[in-house]
Structures are given as structure tokens and as C-alpha cells.
């Protein structure tokens, strides 16, 4: 059975910095994209970040220049370097994978993890 599984999530405060993790099992098919989502309460799922198998990687406007993500082929893993923190990036950060390339809408991921939570505290 295909898993994604997050780790590194936490309560930091504004300003303050984390680095999510996202590592695969039983994957046997081929993956294109890769990416991290995130989920507020209240709120829609918003796609943040991208990594393509190409090395291409993709942003939200809103986490421009704060966040870096970083995709491992060989390995299907996936990393999130959270900086400048603020209180709006709380949510639970899930991870996502994709047979194709695709973008950052969640409808175009086939694969997820459970989630990671991730607070900012002002």
C-alpha cells in the first residue's frame, strides 16, 4: 500500500523557522510532482509548494522567499524549509504526489499523507 508520512511539524513562534519532512513507501510507479499543501481551520486546502522530477519547483504567493522546497527523486522524499514564520501559516501541512505534472491545485493529487501540524504563535 502506497504511503506518504510527514514529520517535523511544531509550535514555533513569528519569525522562527521548521523543516518538514515527507518520505514514501511501496511507491512502484513513476512520480512527476510532488508538493506540500496546506489546510487552516476553516478553510480550503491550498496548494504551497512544488518539486517536479524535472527540478523544477513551484510557490504560492504567499510563501515566496520564505519557503524552499526540495524533491529527492531517487528517493520520492520531499522537504519543506518553513522561514519568517507567521501566524497565518498555521495549518496542517500535508504532503502529495502525483503521477503527472501537475500544479498547485490539490485536485490533481492522487497521493496523500496524514498531515503534520504546524503553529505560529504571534
Known amino acids: 500500500q502506497v504511503r506518504l508520512i510527514e514529520s517535523g511539524g511544531g509550535s514555533v513562534p513569528a519569525g522562527g523557522s521548521l523543516r518538514l519532512s515527507c518520505t514514501t513507501e511501496?511507491?512502484?510507479?513513476?512520480?512527476?510532482?510532488m508538493g506540500w499543501f496546506r489546510q487552516a481551520p476553516g478553510k480550503e486546502r491550498e496548494g504551497v509548494a512544488l518539486?517536479?522530477?524535472?527540478?523544477?519547483?513551484t510557490y504560492a504567493d504567499s510563501v515566496k522567499g520564505r519557503f524552499t522546497v526540495s524533491l529527492d527523486v531517487g528517493k520520492h522524499a520531499l522537504s519543506l524549509e518553513l522561514s519568517s514564520l507567521r501566524p497565518e501559516d498555521t495549518a496542517i501541512y500535508y504532503c502529495?504526489?502525483?503521477?503527472?505534472?501537475?500544479?498547485?491545485?490539490?485536485?490533481?493529487?492522487?497521493?496523500w499523507g496524514q498531515g503534520t501540524t504546524v503553529t505560529v504563535s504571534a
Open positions: 502529495a504526489a502525483s503521477n503527472w505534472f501537475v500544479g498547485l491545485d490539490p485536485d490533481g493529487f492522487n497521493y
Open positions: 511501496h511507491f512502484t510507479e513513476d512520480i512527476y510532482t
Open positions: 518539486g517536479f522530477s524535472d527540478g523544477r519547483t
